[in-house]
């Protein structure tokens, strides 16, 4: 009876916007200063205050929008949008509604439904157990944050799964952070995430009710409230049931979700004009020159990297997507020109980015540097070094960084003399007859008795395929 | 040396420049003159108390009376609203600083009505304003204590704001000048929002001429308030005899057909046309099909604006706050306090306007009249410079007369609202006096003057010119004495 249940996720994310100053008035931006202290009569929705739109903050939102692919509207207008919060000083937020700022975009492989310029609400902490305004004892108010500039973005439901959900919200994030335009950390809350994420039968066409989440606040809970919604909407319909559409709150500690109440999301926003401002009405040539102005974008590199350089697709990805390794693997191109681009592809996605986990670092966060692994690379390729033994340089790299040639001698790991490796190979041969016999009657498994023998005598420093390829050789297979 | 408070602004600045009186002198036969009307709200202590304004601007040591919607840093600012008893604000409106630029010195904070809504500045908080003229009766509204103050010797000029009305109105029924300027001439920073897409500054005064003496002093673009451009060209100080050459259109919607019009009424204004074209005016019929459903349109528009300008009344950052068990029931037990009844009554019909399922056909269906409407003025503009109406369809009218029936409130500003819709420039002048329905004392009628967009300089023109003609020379009885 149960059809295979599919998921549908869309992603709504705001991104706080690095400008210098708030989006209607003079108050600096500054994470972590001292509660309201960047406050004015405006962003304090005193009587008689009226907004300012800060210029700045749209030629980012317009470089946000050009980067997604997106059409941008040559003149759309600000709404008001009405609830009563004590974060929202003014009684209501300005946003846009009908006319979004750009739209129809696309970002690796999702299409964006809206790109919209609007202002942040201030940020409250509740003093008691919950957290939660309910049930609070007291609850304070900082406005330093109150009217950032915040740009939402919303794609259509084209995710499928909650592991894609996170890649996709990393992709963007390397794109906003390649574009300058904003902090896109998470923890401090420049780059926030809410899903929808709704199930159906893989063969029905029509979507299933969604309910929406919040308060993800990395990337890992994304993964998890996603995963942990669609768990609990697959329970309810293969036991009859219906979801509700509902919102609902992601709690970290024990990756539960909680239905808000009803009142503290349940509006009706009585969207109308803002009759304080005129519409925005970028030109086009404006338009053009954003476009124009781009710097290479995370898709874009994963593209050159695979035609260019020959990258295998998964690796071009990797390193494409993440701007720091992609920028630390163009270094060790450029440094290393024996080295191979697929090859040092393959070690800085592999086990530099491994070593440096383990650190708890990023790979341009330790002490190797990308002209030394270029380097180390460059020796395993000319032969001197054996994968083991790189390795092990690769691991001093990350931690007191230094010469890999230097390396290699200090702690002997060097692959030797080609005629003295061949000479212990035929000395094996000779201890061992019995094996070499096996080995040429066609007895494959045997050989690995002779490589044995041979890494045993170079202390595991001969490179494993050189040691197979001089026994054949020797037995004349 | 004559009376400083029969002068108007221009000729007190005469007698301060050839010496028979000093700035000083001026302000304190102001400041000191006792407040019978209830016209301010707050008032400066007296000349030594206040800056001298300088000796060389346009307004050099003018004393200016200030509607209580304008913000002045560390003065008391209330918009006649309860929720901001006590409340100074933390800065001072742009048209405000113009002013003290130019050389004015501040007298005080005139009354209102809550926040600007009302027509009989019975709307206040702090008490009602009287009639200068009458006792018994009101100043108009919203800018009702201005308009009181200048009539009644308490101010020399003064500035109001007029988002339907509320300006002229109250003007003409204390019989001195009003104008609302064009939408966007004057900065709007500073000024409490009622409705923000026909909110705008303009001054009272006795006279024409002074109206433009503040006018260009007040108006220039401002980077606090982005809706705001200036004047394209310094308004000059009008001094135009006569009408020749101008072509005078009399919309009938507005004029002796406007609705609720008083006998006494249309007789001034009859008057008043005629004189036009004794002045060398064209005159004609002309036709604003849709301006009858000004008030209807306005009744949508200016409250669903209101419903979001004043939801920042909330208790939580300044003004009143009554304290209670949760956030919800505190915003409902303060702003309940907080507002009186014709603001709630307009927050709960703008609310419900922009809800959803019904803003279509409320806030939408209203735009569109707006539209509308600003295309009939676009259509009589091919045809004449100038159109003229009454101000009020009625003379001023006994306190608590309309208090009960807000309709009939309401059309009080028939005859204003179209050119608030449509943004254009108004002025209303002294045109005589006349008895009202039913009798009783005669009160002042106003002719309300428009054009197009950004003519003020003409309208002033013709305003002096009609007021010339006119010769109003009647002034209330003043109340004797220092305070
Ligand atoms: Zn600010």
Redesign the pocket.
């Known amino acids: 009876m149960s059809a295979e249940l599919v998921p549908t996720i869309g992603l709504e994310i705001h991104v706080q916007l690095l400008t210098r100053t ?1 989006m209607f ?3 600096e931006l500054e994470f972590g200063a001292e509660p309201n202290v ?3 009569p ?3 929705g005193h009587p008689g205050t009226l907004p300012v739109p800060n210029e700045q903050a749209i030629e980012s939102a317009i470089r946000i929008a050009v980067a997604l692919g997106c059409e941008v509207a040559p003149r759309s207008g600000f709404h008001r949008k009405n609830y009563f919060y004590p974060d929202l000083p003014k009684g209501y937020q300005i946003s846009q509604f009908d006319v979004p700022l750009a739209t129809a975009g696309r970002l690796g492989g999702v299409r964006i439904h809206r790109v919209h310029l609007e202002e942040d609400a201030a940020k409250l902490s509740h003093v008691g157990e919950t957290g939660r305004i309910h049930g609070s004892g007291a609850s304070l108010v900082d406005f330093n944050r109150g ?1 950032t500039p915040l740009v939402e973005i919303v794609t259509e439901p084209d995710i499928d799964d909650p592991a894609a959900a996170r890649e996709w919200l990393a992709l963007l994030r390397t794109t906003l952070r390649q574009l300058g335009v904003s902090d896109v950390n998470m923890e401090e809350g420049s780059l926030r995430c809410d899903a929808n994420v709704s199930i159906r039968p893989a063969a029905s066409p029509e979507l299933g009710v969604k309910t929406e989440l919040k308060n993800m606040n990395s990337f890992r809970y994304l993964e998890r409230g996603v995963e942990a919604e669609i768990a609990r909407q697959r329970e309810i319909v293969e036991s009859g049931g219906a979801v509700e559409q509902e919102t609902l709150h992601f709690d970290p500690a024990g990756g539960t979700l909680t239905p808000l109440r009803s009142k503290e999301y349940a509006h009706d926003y009585r969207y109308f004009p803002e009759p304080d401002l005129a519409p925005v009405a970028p030109s086009a040539a404006a338009v053009d020159a954003a476009r124009a102005s781009l710097p290479e974008l995370p898709e874009q590199r994963r593209d050159r990297y695979e035609a260019d350089l020959g990258l295998k697709p998964e690796v071009a990805r990797r390193l494409a997507f993440d701007a720091s390794l992609a920028a630390f693997f163009e270094e060790a191109v450029t440094a290393g020109s024996a080295s191979a681009p697929a090859a040092l592809a393959n070690w800085i996605t592999g086990d530099l980015v491994a070593l440096a986990r383990e650190r708890g670092l990023e790979p341009a966060a330790t002490a190797a540097t990308p002209a030394a692994v270029a380097a180390l690379v460059g020796l395993l390729a000319a032969g001197e070094v054996n994968r083991g033994g790189a390795r092990e340089v690769l691991e001093v790299l990350v931690r007191d960084g230094g010469e890999p040639a230097a390396i290699v001698d200090r702690l002997d790991l060097g692959a030797g003399d080609p005629d003295e490796l061949a000479a212990i190979v035929k000395r094996a041969i000779e201890e061992d007859a019995d094996a070499a016999a096996k080995v040429r009657a066609g007895e494959g498994k045997a050989i690995g008795a002779l490589v044995g023998a041979v890494m045993r005598e170079t202390r595991g420093k001969a490179d494993g395929g050189e040691v197979t390829r001089l026994i054949r050789e020797q037995l004349d297979l | 040396m004559s009376d400083p408070r029969q002068l108007t602004v221009a000729e007190a600045l005469g007698e301060i420049g050839d010496g028979s009186l000093s700035a000083d002198e001026w302000f304190d036969a102001y400041a000191e003159a006792p407040d019978e009307l209830g016209a301010y709200l707050w008032r400066a202590k007296g000349a030594g108390a206040v800056p001298t304004g300088g000796e060389h601007g346009p307004l050099a040591g003018t004393p200016v009376a200030i509607k209580d919607i304008f913000c002045i840093e560390d003065v008391p600012t209330t918009a006649g609203s309860r929720i901001l008893e006590g409340y100074a604000p933390p800065y001072t409106a742009t048209a405000v600083e113009r002013l003290l630029a130019a050389g004015a010195r501040l007298l005080g904070k005139t009354n209102m009505d809550e926040f600007a809504m009302g027509s009989s500045n019975e709307n206040s908080a702090f008490g009602d304003v009287r009639n200068p003229w009458d006792r018994g009766r009101v100043p108009g509204g919203s800018s009702g204590g201005s308009a009181a103050a200048v009539a009644g010797g308490l101010a020399p000029c003064s500035i109001g704001t007029d988002t339907g009305g509320s300006i002229r109105q109250p003007a003409a029924l204390c019989g001195v000048v009003g104008m609302k300027p064009t939408y966007g001439s004057i900065s709007r920073s500073g000024m409490i929002a009622f409705a923000s897409s026909l909110d705008q500054c303009g001054p009272l005064t006795r006279d024409v001429r002074d109206a433009a003496l503040l006018l260009g002093a007040l108006g220039g673009g401002d980077e606090r308030d982005t809706t705001s451009i200036g004047f394209p060209e310094p308004i000059a100080i009008p001094g135009r005899e006569d009408l020749e050459g101008l072509r005078v259109g009399v919309p009938s919607e507005l004029g002796l057909e406007a609705e609720g019009i008083e006998a006494g009424v249309r007789d001034v204004f009859e008057r008043a046309v005629a004189l036009c074209e004794r002045l060398g005016a064209d005159v004609a019929e002309t036709s604003l099909p849709n301006a009858r459903h000004g008030i209807s349109a306005y009744y949508v528009l200016a409250p669903a604006e209101a419903s979001a300008n004043l939801a920042r009344y909330d208790g939580v950052r300044f003004g009143m706050r009554v304290e209670a068990e949760s956030l919800d029931e505190m915003y409902e037990l303060t702003r309940s306090a907080g507002f009186g009844p014709e603001v709630k009554r307009r927050i709960m019909l703008g609310t419900y306007a922009l809800s959803s399922g019904f803003y279509e056909a409320y806030y939408g269906s209203a735009q569109r009249v707006r539209t509308l409407i600003a295309g009939d003025f676009a259509a009589a503009f091919g045809d004449f410079d100038l159109l003229v109406t009454p101000t009020s369809p009625t003379v001023a009218f006994e306190l608590g007369a309309r208090a009960a029936d807000p309709l009939a409130m309401y059309m009080s500003d028939y005859c204003t609202v179209p050119m608030s819709l449509a943004g254009l420039p108004a002025i209303s002048i002294p045109a005589g006096l006349a008895p009202p329905d039913g009798g009783g004392p005669e009160l002042p009628v106003g002719l309300q003057i428009t054009g197009p967009a950004f003519s003020e300089s003409l309208i002033l023109d013709a305003a002096h010119a009609i007021e010339g003609a006119v010769g109003f020379d009647h002034r209330p009885k003043l109340a004797e004495g220092r305070r």
């Open positions: 708030k008035c003079g108050c960047h406050t004015c405006v962003c304090l009217g």
